[in-house]
C-alpha cells in the first residue's frame, strides 16, 4: 500500500488582514466521519477552488470534496497583496521581464484571469472584490526609472499596451512625492483576495461541492483503486486527488530538496479617517509594484475593499521549516513602519493595524509542480511568488489532467523540467537569506 503521511501542517504567523477587514464568516464546517467521492482536493485557496470548480465544470455530477487545513482565506489566500497579474512578472530577474518572448505565458494569464472573473458573475461575488484596475510599477530614483524604461520597451516589444507616469501623475494617483517615475499597465485585477476565495468558496457549496475547514489532511494512502485521505475526524475515499497546498507539497514526500519556501511580510493601517484622508490625497483605490522586484508593493484601498487602508508589503526570508519566526514579523514591522513614512510623510504616526507573514513557495528554475504525481495522484503547486494567477492555472490544470482532459494549461505545465535541487542545508538556508537581506539592501529607496 502507497502511503503519503504528512510531516507537517501550516503554521501561519499574524492575522489575515483581508479576512479579518471583512465581515465574519458563518461557522466553519469540519469533515467528520468517513466520505466517498469521486475527487477529493487537498487545499483551499486559489489553486483548490480553481481546481474544484473545473472539475465541476467538466464532471457534470461528480462528487467532490475540498479540504482545508484553516479557514477559506485564512491561508496564504488571504496574506497576499491581492494582484492577478496578467503580464510577465518573474520575480528573479531585474525588471519583472523573464525570458524570450512571453506571449504564451501572458494568454494562459488571461486564461486565469477570464476563468476568475466568470466565477465572479456566476456566483455573484461582490464586484469590489474583483476589480480590473491595471497597476504600476513605480520607481523612486534614477536606477529604478531605468529599469522601468527597461520593461516598457519589453512590453512595446511584445504589444502590450502600457503608459508612462511622470512623478506628477504618480502623486496625483498615490498623494506620495516618493515616485519619480511609473509604469501603468492596465491589464492587472486588483482582487480583495480574501472576499474573492469567500466567495468562490461559497458558490462552490452552492453547487454541492463539498468545501470542509479546520481539517488539515495528516496522510494520503493508496487502497486498491482509490485513495484515502485522513484528517484528524474523518476520512474521504477518492478515485482521484489533487494536492493543491504549494509548497507543503514536500511536507508529503515530493521535491524534496527543490521548493524554496520564503515568507514575505506586509502591514496594514487602521481604517483612515477623514482627517488622514484629506491630508493624503490621490485616489482611492491603486496599486503600485517596485520597479525592483526586492522593493516595496504599496497598495491602497477604500471601504468597498474593507475600509480606507494602505497596505504595505516588503521584506522576505527563507524558512525551509515552512514557518516564519516572531522576530521577523517584529523586523519586518518596523521596515514597513519607515517604508511607509518614507512615502506618506503626512500620514506619520498612523498605526498599523495589522502585521503578517504569508508563505510563496518558489523553484530555482521559477517551474511550477502541475503533473502526476502517482496514479490518480496530481499536483497544482509552486506558484512561484504568483499566487493569484498562477495557482488558477495550475488548478485548472490538475482538474483537467485528472479529467483526462489535454490543454493549452496542461500542456505548458507538464513540459516543464523538474524543480532545481537546492544546495544541501545549512548553506542553502544561510546563502538564500544573506542574498535576499541583501537584496532588500540594495533595492534601497524602491
Given at each position: 500500500m502507497?502511503?503519503?503521511?504528512?510531516?507537517?501542517?501550516?503554521?501561519?504567523?499574524g492575522?489575515?488582514a483581508?479576512?479579518a477587514i471583512?465581515?465574519?464568516?458563518?461557522?466553519?464546517v469540519a469533515?467528520?466521519?468517513?466520505?466517498?467521492?469521486?475527487?477529493?482536493v487537498?487545499?483551499?485557496g486559489?489553486?483548490?477552488l480553481?481546481?474544484?470548480?473545473r472539475?465541476a465544470?467538466?464532471?457534470?455530477?461528480?462528487?467532490?470534496?475540498v479540504?482545508?487545513?484553516?479557514?477559506?482565506?485564512?491561508?496564504?489566500?488571504?496574506?497576499n497583496?491581492?494582484?492577478?497579474?496578467?503580464?510577465?512578472?518573474?520575480?528573479?530577474?531585474?525588471?519583472?521581464?523573464?525570458?524570450?518572448?512571453?506571449?504564451?505565458?501572458?494568454?494562459?494569464n488571461?486564461?486565469?484571469?477570464?476563468?476568475?472573473?466568470?466565477?465572479?458573475e456566476?456566483?455573484?461575488?461582490?464586484?469590489?472584490?474583483?476589480?480590473?484596475?491595471?497597476?504600476?510599477?513605480?520607481a523612486?530614483?534614477?536606477?529604478?526609472?531605468?529599469?522601468n524604461?527597461?520593461?516598457?520597451r519589453?512590453?512595446?516589444?511584445l504589444?502590450?499596451?502600457?503608459?508612462?507616469?511622470?512623478?506628477?501623475a504618480?502623486?496625483?494617483?498615490?498623494?506620495?512625492r516618493h515616485?519619480?517615475?511609473?509604469?501603468?499597465?492596465?491589464?492587472?485585477?486588483?482582487l480583495?483576495?480574501?472576499?474573492?476565495i469567500?466567495?468562490?468558496?461559497?458558490?462552490?457549496?452552492?453547487?454541492?461541492?463539498?468545501v470542509?475547514e479546520n481539517?488539515?489532511?495528516?496522510?494520503?494512502?493508496?487502497?486498491?483503486?482509490?485513495w484515502?485521505?485522513?484528517?484528524?475526524r474523518?476520512?474521504?475515499?477518492?478515485?482521484?486527488?489533487?494536492?493543491?497546498?504549494n509548497?507543503?507539497?514536500?511536507?508529503f514526500?515530493?521535491?524534496?530538496?527543490?521548493l524554496?519556501?520564503?515568507f514575505?511580510?506586509?502591514?496594514?493601517?487602521?481604517?483612515?479617517?477623514?482627517?488622514a484622508?484629506?491630508?493624503?490625497?490621490?485616489?482611492?483605490?491603486?496599486g503600485?509594484t517596485p520597479?525592483?522586484?526586492?522593493g516595496?508593493?504599496?497598495r491602497?484601498?477604500?471601504p468597498?475593499?474593507g475600509g480606507?487602508?494602505?497596505?504595505?508589503?516588503?521584506?522576505?526570508?527563507f524558512e525551509?521549516?515552512?514557518?516564519?519566526?516572531e522576530?521577523?514579523?517584529?523586523?519586518?514591522?518596523?521596515?514597513?513602519?519607515?517604508?511607509?513614512?518614507?512615502?506618506?510623510?503626512?500620514?506619520?504616526?498612523?498605526?498599523?493595524?495589522?502585521?503578517?507573514?504569508g508563505h510563496l513557495?518558489?523553484?530555482?528554475?521559477?517551474?511550477?509542480?502541475?503533473?502526476?504525481?502517482?496514479?490518480?495522484?496530481?499536483?497544482?503547486?509552486?506558484?512561484n511568488?504568483?499566487?493569484?494567477?498562477?495557482s488558477?492555472?495550475?488548478?485548472?490544470?490538475?482538474a483537467?489532467?485528472?479529467?483526462?482532459?489535454e490543454?493549452a494549461?496542461?500542456r505548458?505545465?507538464?513540459?516543464?523540467?523538474?524543480?532545481?535541487?537546492?544546495?544541501p542545508?545549512?548553506?542553502?538556508?544561510?546563502?538564500?537569506n544573506?542574498?535576499?537581506?541583501?537584496?532588500?539592501?540594495?533595492?534601497g529607496?524602491?
Open positions: 502507497t502511503t503519503y503521511v504528512a510531516r507537517r501542517t501550516p503554521v501561519h504567523r492575522p489575515a483581508w479576512s471583512l465581515p465574519g464568516q458563518p461557522a466553519p469533515l467528520t466521519g468517513d466520505r466517498t467521492a469521486d475527487f477529493a487537498i487545499g483551499g486559489f489553486a483548490g480553481s481546481a474544484a470548480r472539475l465544470q467538466l464532471n457534470p455530477g461528480a462528487a467532490i470534496v479540504l482545508e487545513a484553516s479557514r477559506l482565506a485564512e491561508g496564504a489566500s488571504g496574506r497583496s491581492g494582484f492577478m497579474i496578467d503580464l510577465p512578472h518573474e520575480l528573479t530577474s531585474e525588471d519583472y521581464a523573464g525570458h524570450g518572448d512571453d506571449r504564451a505565458v501572458i494568454a494562459l488571461r486564461q486565469a484571469i477570464d476563468f476568475a472573473r466568470d466565477a465572479v456566476t456566483y455573484g461575488i461582490d464586484r469590489n472584490f474583483f476589480d480590473p484596475a491595471g497597476k504600476v510599477n513605480g523612486a530614483s534614477d536606477k529604478a526609472d531605468a529599469l524604461r527597461s520593461y516598457a519589453h512590453l512595446t516589444g504589444g502590450e499596451a502600457n503608459d508612462y507616469l511622470d512623478a506628477q504618480m502623486a496625483d494617483l498615490t498623494g506620495s515616485y519619480l517615475s511609473g509604469i501603468y499597465t492596465p491589464g492587472t485585477v486588483m480583495q483576495p480574501a472576499g474573492y469567500r466567495g468562490l468558496g461559497e458558490g462552490l457549496r452552492r453547487d454541492g461541492i463539498g470542509f481539517s488539515p489532511v495528516t496522510g494520503i494512502a493508496r487502497q486498491g483503486n482509490a484515502e485521505v485522513a484528517t484528524a474523518g476520512k474521504v475515499r477518492a478515485g482521484k486527488v489533487i494536492l493543491a497546498n509548497g507543503h507539497l514536500e511536507s514526500g515530493f521535491a524534496k530538496n527543490r524554496m519556501h520564503v514575505l511580510y506586509a502591514s496594514m493601517t487602521v481604517d483612515l479617517d477623514a482627517s484622508l484629506k491630508k493624503l490625497g490621490g485616489r482611492p483605490r491603486w503600485v520597479s525592483d522586484p526586492m516595496t508593493t504599496m491602497r484601498i477604500d468597498g475593499q480606507n487602508r494602505i497596505v504595505t508589503r516588503t521584506c522576505a526570508t525551509p521549516g515552512m514557518e516564519a519566526g522576530a521577523a514579523l517584529a523586523r519586518t514591522a518596523r521596515v514597513h513602519r519607515e517604508k511607509f513614512e518614507e512615502r506618506f510623510p503626512q500620514l506619520a504616526g498612523a498605526r498599523m493595524e495589522y502585521t503578517w507573514a513557495c518558489l523553484s530555482r528554475n521559477a517551474v511550477s509542480v502541475m503533473h502526476e504525481l502517482d496514479r490518480g495522484l496530481y499536483a497544482a503547486t509552486v506558484c511568488g504568483l499566487g493569484t494567477t498562477r488558477t492555472l495550475t488548478g485548472i490544470g490538475a483537467e489532467l485528472a479529467s483526462g482532459i490543454s494549461v496542461t505548458h505545465f507538464t513540459a516543464e523540467t523538474e524543480p532545481t535541487r537546492l544546495p542545508p545549512p548553506f542553502a538556508t544561510i546563502g538564500a544573506a542574498f535576499l537581506r541583501w537584496k532588500e539592501w540594495r533595492a529607496r524602491e
